[in-house]
């Protein structure tokens, strides 16, 4: 999988070098490309924003420096292969992990952060020419711009391309995969920890008891913390039985 993140910070992804997923890039299973958008403004200050059209506060990024950057990435890319533009908006649709195990099945990925008051909406409308463009957002709160996103996004995509996790049957039990359902808690030593013991089942060796007791506390969790999910998997449940 080949990456491209375009931002007037691209140092913001170095945090992206750590951990299993520079690992993965060093094994070569993921190209992580850092584009500085202000290369891409000819003018003296190297300026990407501008004053909103329309009065208002703030600033809006130019649509050009960021069309330019995208036309280079275009140019060094596989011809054959339309690539994903993703541009992190709180207005977009929201990420979640069935759209990371969507985007974790495409060969080339392109992220355009903004920052100040967004980027101008032509540069969306002209991507789409070229690109399968899709706005979204994280989650209801608001950033200050869109690289916290971006890392957010390669983190929850990229885990989920085969061999960057060396454990893959653990993407199966968590929370959000499989039924949707939240993860059962984790335990290890020592057995007895400032007053609190270890579940005795996980002491049990019994493997079934420990499968179904980790069940009941999924389906208990998820059904006190998130009911928006536990409503969810009751439908597909009675679908399934149908
Ligand atoms: N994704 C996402 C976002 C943002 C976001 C994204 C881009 C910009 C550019 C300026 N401000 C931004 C906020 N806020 N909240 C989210 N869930």
Redesign the pocket.
């Known amino acids: 999988m080949r990456i491209d993140a375009i931002s007037i910070f691209p140092e913001f992804f170095n945090v992206l070098d750590l951990s299993l997923i520079g690992k993965a890039q060093r094994d070569g299973l993921l190209q992580l490309n850092r584009i500085q958008l202000r290369d891409y403004a000819f003018d003296r200050h190297h300026s990407v924003d501008d004053t909103p059209t329309g009065g208002g506060a703030g600033m809006v990024m130019k649509p050009e420096p960021w069309a330019l950057a995208l036309e280079d990435v275009l140019a060094s890319d596989d011809a054959a292969v339309r690539p994903t533009l993703i541009i ?3 207005s ?1 649709e929201v ?1 979640t992990q069935r759209v990371a195990e969507e985007l974790a099945g495409r060969q080339h990925l392109v992220f355009a ?7 101008d909406e032509r540069m969306s409308h002209w991507a789409a020419e070229h690109f399968d463009v899709r706005r ?11 690289e916290s ?1 971006v890392v957010v996004m390669v983190e929850a995509i990229t885990r989920l391309v085969p061999g960057v996790i060396g454990n893959s049957e653990s993407l199966a039990e968590e929370s959000h995969s499989g039924e949707g359902l939240l993860e059962y808690p984790v335990y290890t030593k020592p057995a007895q920890w400032r007053g609190e013991a270890v579940p005795e089942v996980l002491l049990s060796g019994d493997h079934a008891k420990i499968a179904q007791w980790r069940r009941e506390q999924q389906l208990q969790r998820t059904r006190k913390i998130r009911p928006d999910l536990w409503a969810k998997y009751v439908v597909a449940q009675e679908m399934a039985n149908e």
């Open positions: 992190p908006t709180p977009g990420f952060p903004g920052r100040f008051e967004g980027i979204m957002s994280i989650g209801d709160y608001v950033l200050n711009g869109g996103a």
